[in-house]
């Protein structure tokens, strides 16, 4: 058997106690379902309606999946709670289970000292001085993407982000052109992450050897995945040197206990693409929205890019002097946050808010609903960077805008993806003339937050690279 056919067949099914919670708290409000299936009809139809509906009932209100209680926290001090100041009273919660049979023990599924470990195999892969010197691969991959945009071209710029990011992503973390293998990546991802959601608002919950459609796909998705994973790894460990890459960094990577097994790597490896190459594609898709509706915000954008670097490539070095492409991002970020809820699981009686939430829990954490709370942001519908400049950052509770989350579990590669986002739209906006085409966009809520059906829009070249 292949090495990469053992690795799926070992990859650990969904195993937690989702089928069998039944705990509630008696003092959270409840929001009205309908007898047996709760909410679970509303959670299926529309994800981010369910928690809009909580949050306008309560800063945590109840609501349930067949027999599951959910618990929906969108008020920022309860979720620093459930995050920061009580996170060990808490693991990551079931509903990620699902995601298991494609990442793995990785960074964003491991628990306990496994997690610890890892985080500190990893950190040095996220470090400054080595994220410094993948800005230019940043830069030259949206420089190639920015150079298929003739005049007036026709795209869906969700493709576009999606594309670009995963040849940031195949560059940075494994130092090789994956542009070849893009198909296969991103098709293998978007099964894998539709078999997750499929599993996830299924009335029935069923082990994963069964061989249901959702869990067919999820077994095809690995499959391709793996092939192209355990190939890298291969040439990586024949190479046996730092290569400038996360990859081949993880393959040398030493603790008292020693380096990691090609399956501890493969999945790593999984979850960082899976992780990063699809949140960071749709924050710079929601970003071309924003600007698309506001063109001052896009007038100001091009005028600072143009103003800091005359007609040279950006580099990491810029970025200081470009406050407003890095506002217009983070703005972005909080009106879609891409990971637009997070969820945990208690495992012990707490008290949340001053509610008694009783052990096996699950909590969600309605991280797009706290950005859009009218006392922490005015007006917070309205798209305005300069909320987000450091003065106005200073004079506000930080936990109020949380896109990476926050304490043990935040996000490992939040400063990669900021310097990537910041690097790709201000290299684009000096490239070329994006001009979106749709004014109203619907959220779809996939394991991130995308725009459904795309974004479609015309793109031409402004100065030739
Ligand atoms: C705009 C882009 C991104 C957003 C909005 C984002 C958001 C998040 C959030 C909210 C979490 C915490 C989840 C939780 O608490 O349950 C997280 C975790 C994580 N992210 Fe990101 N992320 C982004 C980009 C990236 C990139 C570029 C990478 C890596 C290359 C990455 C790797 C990870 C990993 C490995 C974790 C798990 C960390 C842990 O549990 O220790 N993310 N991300």
């Known amino acids: 058997m292949s090495q990469a056919a053992t690795a799926t067949a070992s990859a650990r099914p969904p195993t937690r106690s989702f089928l069998t919670r039944s705990a509630v708290s008696p003092t959270v409000p409840l929001l009205p379902g309908v007898p047996v299936l709760g909410n679970l009809l509303a959670f299926r139809k529309d994800r981010l ?3 809009d509906d909580a949050a306008a009932l309560g800063p945590i209100v109840r609501f349930s999946l067949v ?18 100041t009580q996170a060990a009273a808490f693991t990551k919660s079931a509903g990620l289970q699902f995601l298991v049979p494609l ?24 470090a400054p001085k080595r994220l410094a010197a993948y800005g230019d691969h940043m830069v030259e991959e949206t420089r190639r993407q920015c150079a298929s945009w003739g005049a007036g071209k026709l795209v869906d710029l969700s493709h576009e982000m999606m594309e670009m990011t995963l040849a940031i992503a195949g560059k940075t973390l494994f130092g090789a052109d994956v542009r070849s293998d893009a198909r296969t990546v991103g098709d293998g991802l978007e099964m894998a992450m539709r078999s997750m959601v499929q599993s996830l608002t299924s009335p029935i919950q069923a082990p ?31 190479s046996g040197t730092d290569r ?27 979850t960082l693409m899976l992780a990063g190459h699809e949140t960071t594609a749709n924050a710079l898709t929601w970003t071309w929205y924003e600007l698309g509706r506001n063109p001052d915000a896009m007038a100001k954008l091009v005028a600072e890019v143009d103003r800091v670097l005359g007609g040279r490539a950006v580099t990491a070095d810029d970025l200081p002097a470009l406050p407003w ?43 797009r609903g706290i950005h859009r709370r009218a006392d922490y942001f005015p007006a917070p519908l309205a798209f305005r960077p300069e909320r987000m400049f450091a003065e ?23 400063h990669f993806a900021l ?47």
């Open 325 to 367: 492409t890095a506002a217009v991002i983070d703005e972005s970020m909080r009106l879609h946050p891409p990971a637009y809820q997070t969820g945990r699981e208690a495992k012990q009686d707490i008290t949340l808010g001053g509610h008694a939430i009783p052990a096996g829990s699950i909590v969600a954490i309605n991280i």
């Open 392 to 414: 106005a950052k200073k004079a506000r509770p930080r936990h109020h805008c949380l896109p990476f989350g926050a304490g043990p579990r935040v996000c490992i590669g939040s």
């Open 208 to 238: 994963y050897e069964w061989p249901l459609p959702r869990h067919v796909k999820m077994r095809r998705a690995v499959k391709m995945l793996d092939e192209v994973v355990y190939r890298l790894i291969a040439d990586g460990r024949r």
């Open 244 to 270: 400038g890459d996360v990859l081949s960094m993880l393959l040398l990577a030493q603790d008292e206990e020693g380096g990691m097994t090609d399956r501890e790597v493969r999945d790593e490896v999984m």
């Open 103 to 126: 990442l793995g023990d990785g960074l964003l599924t491991a628990e306990g000292d496994h997690h610890k470990r890892h985080r500190k195999l990893l950190a040095p892969a996220f």
């Open 419 to 465: 310097m990537e986002a910041q690097l790709a739209l201000a290299t684009m906006a000096q490239q070329a003339k994006v001009h979106t085409l749709a004014t109203r966009v619907e959220p779809e809520p996939l394991v991130t937050l995308r725009p459904r059906g795309g974004l479609p829009a015309r793109v031409s070249r402004r100065i030739a690279s």
């Open 49 to 51: 309606g369910i928690h």
């Open 67 to 84: 027999h599951i209680p959910v618990y929906s926290v969108s008020d920022a001090d309860i979720a620093h709670e459930v995050l920061v």
